[in-house]
């Protein structure tokens, strides 16, 4: 469902096909032991296709625990349409997206 | 007053008061001198209304001091008529500009709200660095007069996700300012808050879109295996804008029922704008039947439905259906082998596809040929011969596309194509691509090619683009 590298000390996380319920519930709770060995973890949408709002509120869930932890999220390389999710709930102003990968390890 | 200077890890950020003088420079350089490891200096210029052209000097003066640390000089919060100095002093384009706004103090950032350039940057800043001082001004403004600063301290409460401001929050949804009203939908969403969806609902058929939609949005984060049964209700609306709304809500939520409710609506849909909304919604749902769904909707009598329904292909790269795209591109409907046509050139990188359009193209009409000929040059598949004989085809975007194509395929070949039309095309739209084919690929001597190619040429826009090219260099 997803690889993880590590680039400039940072994790990215490159999530594959459907974020819904399920996956997004496995890309929290993988996301989360992430945060224990390191501070900013970037979630790469490149090769998603698709996604409810199911798997949106999971995405939700992650930011507020990292928040909580003190810990940085940031998206990058969604497609026209998974940035169209992202801006009709008005979460393009919650979360830190970025166009590239290496926007976001800037 | 004096300038004030904090270092923090290697950042040193420099506070000048609103008339900096020489003296404070040489005292600022002086202190920098001794100190290693610095990183970064930030200048805050936030006082500054005016600065004398002396101040700038020294700007530049400490600009290479640093440089010659290794560290970066960024100046913060410069005002408008600074700015224009910089501006006119060419120095804008030498010094990192940025706004920073730990220099301000909370009622200072709160201010910034009614600003439209830098209010949702601010919010940011206080939801990033939300603490008791931010949460004790933004709980004040919640219970301001203006709605700006209402509608701000609510979106800033919902990206720090204060659930504490819960209760307010949903009070808001009774306001009577309609950026309020989404302010609040909106971060009862993400907060998750189940208890407003009854009252949301409501919204979905408020007179103001941005609230509507924003209704749709929140309803679909807060759903439960209830509401696609009850958003698809609203499909029967006579309201066209609220269909489209529900349909929003309802791909946003992408389970079994929503799908039903969708894909059984398309066939009695009456509008086309909003068949064309569902072409698109259909594609974000994991089924097999939807690329079959698609190809019927290539046929629609609405072109904008076609096109939605070939991006929609195109998006679910249904690579399984090339073989029933490419049959539709014969269709006697020309629209129909138009769009089929556009979809196999995103879809399609083999040789069977570019041989098929090559075989079937002196059959179609002139508006699937011009589809073809952009999707030859986007399979890549060399078939520069067929293209290079579309050179003479008599209409000139045939030709214009051809060129292109070849470009796609054959970079050397298309110089050369380019070159000849230059020469010899009569038509401008043709030779303004040529000019484009030759700055992109630069072959070598193309500059002094351009410049003889430049005295010959009558048409205004060529020429014009041409000079673009050689000033460029």
Redesign the interface.
Known sequence: MFDVEEKAGKKIVYIKGEVNGETGLELKNNVLEIFKQIDTVILSFKNVIYMNSSGLREIIDLLKRSKRDKKELRLCEMSGDIRDMFSFTGLDKVFQIFDSESAALR | MAFKVEFHKGIVKIELPDSPSMDDFTKIKKRLEDVEDISVVKVDLRKCSYIQSKVVSNIIALKKMLNEKKAKLILTNVQEGVMQLLEITNLINFVQIEKDFSSYSVDELAEFFIDPEVC?AV??YIATHYNDEFRNKMFELLNSDDPIFKEYAI?TI????DVTALDTIRHALNDEVGNVNKAAI?VL??M?DEESKEEIYSFLESDFIDVA??A???I??L?DEDDSHKLGEFLKSPDERLRRIAI?ALT????DDSYNFLKNHVKNETSEMVRATLAKSLS???KAEVADILLDLLKDESLKVREAAASSLI???AKSKIGDILQRVTDEDSWVGYFAAKAIGELCREKTCSDYLIKVYDRVEQNVKLAIVHALGNIGINCSDFLMGLMSDKNEDIRKEALEAIYKIEKEKAVEMAESALNEDDNWVVRFKAVDILANAKPSGYQDFLRSIYEKENNRYVKEKILSVLEGL
């Open positions: 949702d919010s940011d979106l919902g990206k720090a996700h909106l969403g993400w998750g939609e924003a749709a949005a929140s679909a984060l759903s929003q946003l939520i992408n389970d974000f749902y994991n998006r679910i790269n």
